[in-house]
């Protein structure tokens, strides 16, 4: 059976020739110049666009070019760059918005489309519906013959966004402590710009699958089941820390030096583990986010908002709260002084900082935070059988507290449990995080007996 296109705030996301094809994304990126041009009715507008390694990239930017371009928005072709490459250069460029041709850490059937407006964020819920509405209605308007968009190619991307990291950190002091960094880029487009960054802090950098082919190697989510080869390598290698990005570089993995993998979670906590060190303040993370963010927070007399799954919720959250730091879970890290938008290279600074004014290697940084017991799973759902199993949740987990802005999430007082569909995937997520394993199989045998239940 053909998997729906799905439209949310992480964009349009799908599978190429299958229900994601060229006239789809046309038709997508003139419903997004449409509504920039009926939003500021009196400005030439321009959006940058750029696209992460995958083979399909070229074709859907194209398209999507063709589509901005035929309703009279100016196109800045960025070429193969990272989604906070594009954040950072829409910004600085003054543009109306950014268009990131991606699928993240899907498998590569998968491609998307991002939509960036111009403070740099993914549309909101209510706004991704007004594009979504004029994409369904066809009510996109094209320029005539006069005002169609024109299309120039910028290649200052990459010296942007590393501008902007050297200002929050101290390059001298991580360059004299001469790093051995190990770096899987997954074959996306991650590579070029973290070398650059690398280099520019002094370290030694050994890569894997840095050519911007887009033919992952491995599943290019990066967890532990798809690095341990990675793993493998930095204990072979010798390096004093791995990192992993997925083909777009939002995303972040941290090998230890003994090629053990700390994980995405282990990102954030160690980020802000260094930011906290040198002010309180508040952080946001989402519903999904290990509690190991707020033992840090707390510890430094800080405290953290919780908002539902989706970059574009926390960052609105860390505009609106002055949020010193904040992400999620899943290995992006926000710093505001970068840009409202995942990085996998602001958590690279930031823990490379943290290393080297510390002198403390990062498997005893992340001993020192702690940590709790997590599984994250998911199972393949429909809206109707996603619906089902929440309301039954909801039933099964009274005692709990439950917060029900994003799926469902159960505090209990061991753990806690959040099941939601996903944004980007036909799929229900199910997270768990308890202080130990025996814990947290009791509520995930909870959850699979409920999905059990709801499908008869």
Not at 21 to 42: I, R
Not at 234 to 239: D, F, I, S
């Amino acid at each position: 059976m053909t998997e729906p296109l799905i439209i949310s705030v992480s964009g349009m996301r799908g599978i190429i020739g299958e229900n994601l094809t060229a006239s789809v994304a046309v038709e997508y990126g003139g419903a997004f110049g449409t509504f920039l041009k009926e939003s500021n009715p009196d400005s030439r507008l321009s959006v940058c666009i750029g696209t992460d390694s995958r083979p399909s990239g070229q074709m859907l930017k194209s398209a999507v070019t063709a589509g901005l371009t035929g309703a009279g928005v100016d196109v800045i072709d960025l070429g193969l760059v990272t989604t906070p490459c594009v954040g950072i250069s829409l910004r600085q460029l003054g543009c109306a918005g950014g268009v990131v041709i991606t699928a993240s850490h899907n498998p590569i059937r998968y491609n998307g489309i991002k939509l960036l407006l111009s403070n740099g964020i993914a549309p909101s819920p209510e706004v991704t519906a007004k594009i979504r509405q004029i994409y369904f209605d066809k009510k996109i308007i094209f320029a005539d013959s006069t005002d169609c968009g024109k299309v120039t190619c910028d290649d200052m991307a990459d010296d942007r966004h590393i501008s902007k990291l050297l200002a929050i950190i101290d390059k001298e002091k991580i360059a004299n402590r001469k790093f051995k960094v190990a770096l899987d880029s997954v074959n996306g487009s991650g590579g070029r710009v973290t070398k650059k960054l690398l280099a520019e802090l002094g370290c030694e950098v050994f890569a894997v699958n840095e050519e911007p082919t887009g033919l992952f190697p491995h599943n290019p989510e990066p967890t532990a089941a798809n690095l341990a080869d990675f793993c493998r390598t930095v204990k072979a290698e010798g390096v004093d820390i791995g990192f992993a990005q997925d083909p777009d570089a939002d995303r972040l993995a941290i090998v230890d030096e003994n090629g053990s993998y700390i994980g995405e979670e282990y990102t954030l906590a160690l980020a802000a583990k260094y930011i906290f060190s040198k002010k309180t303040g508040k952080a946001a993370a989402n519903l999904s986010t290990s509690r190991m963010i707020d033992d840090i927070a707390r510890n430094a007399g800080g405290s953290v908002i919780r908002t539902p799954v989706g970059e574009a919720n926390v960052a609105s959250a860390m505009l609106d709260n002055d949020c010193i730091i904040g992400g999620e879970g899943n290995g992006g890290v926000i710093d505001l002084r970068v840009g409202p938008i995942r990085d996998s290279l602001v958590g690279i600074a930031l823990v490379l900082q943290l290393m080297a004014e510390t002198g403390k290697s990062i498997s005893e940084l992340a001993g020192e935070i702690g940590g709790y017991y997590m599984s994250k799973e998911k199972f393949s759902a429909n809206q109707e059988l996603a619906r089902r199993i929440l309301d039954s949740a909801k039933k099964v987990f009274t005692g709990a507290k439950l917060d029900a802005t994003d799926g469902c999430r159960f505090d209990f007082d061991d753990g806690w449990l959040h099941i939601r569909p996903s944004n980007t995937e036909p799929v229900m997520r199910v997270i768990v995080e308890a202080k130990d394993r025996v814990t947290a199989q009791k509520y995930i045998d909870a959850i699979m007996k409920i999905r059990g239940e709801s499908t008869e």
